[in-house]
Nanobody, 115 residues
């Protein structure tokens, strides 16, 4: 059983930056594949970034977002730079044993980018 809590969302102007954090419970954090997803109003949830030892990104955020993890702190981060209005969404942290199968989800944190 893993519990995930996101934080760091908020309102930012286009071109600005935010860093999201995901704090995870449990003693096996380093074994999990972690991911960030987002869901914008009227759209389906989409993959943003993932990490275990290597990283992967959606094409829409490559070069702007960076995912990282601090296993000692049981925390995953998403550094978001050069934000665009289309990045506006609820961002969710997820964990699992596979890059394609996520078993645990946080409740989400709102990111709003104004133009």
């Amino acid at each position: 059983q893993v519990q995930l809590v996101e934080s760091g969302g908020g309102l930012v102007q286009a071109g600005g930056s935010l860093r999201l954090s995901c704090a995870a419970s449990g003693r096996s954090f380093s074994n999990y594949y972690m991911g960030w997803f987002r869901q914008a109003p009227g759209k389906e949830r989409e993959f943003v970034a993932g990490i275990r030892w290597s990283t992967s990104y959606a094409d829409s955020v490559k070069g702007r977002f960076t995912i990282s993890r601090d296993n000692a702190k049981n925390t995953v981060y998403l550094q978001m730079d050069a934000l665009k209005p289309e990045d506006t969404a609820v961002y969710y942290c997820a964990a699992g044993f596979s890059a394609t199968m996520y078993n645990y989800w946080g409740r989400g944190t709102q990111v709003t980018v104004s133009s």
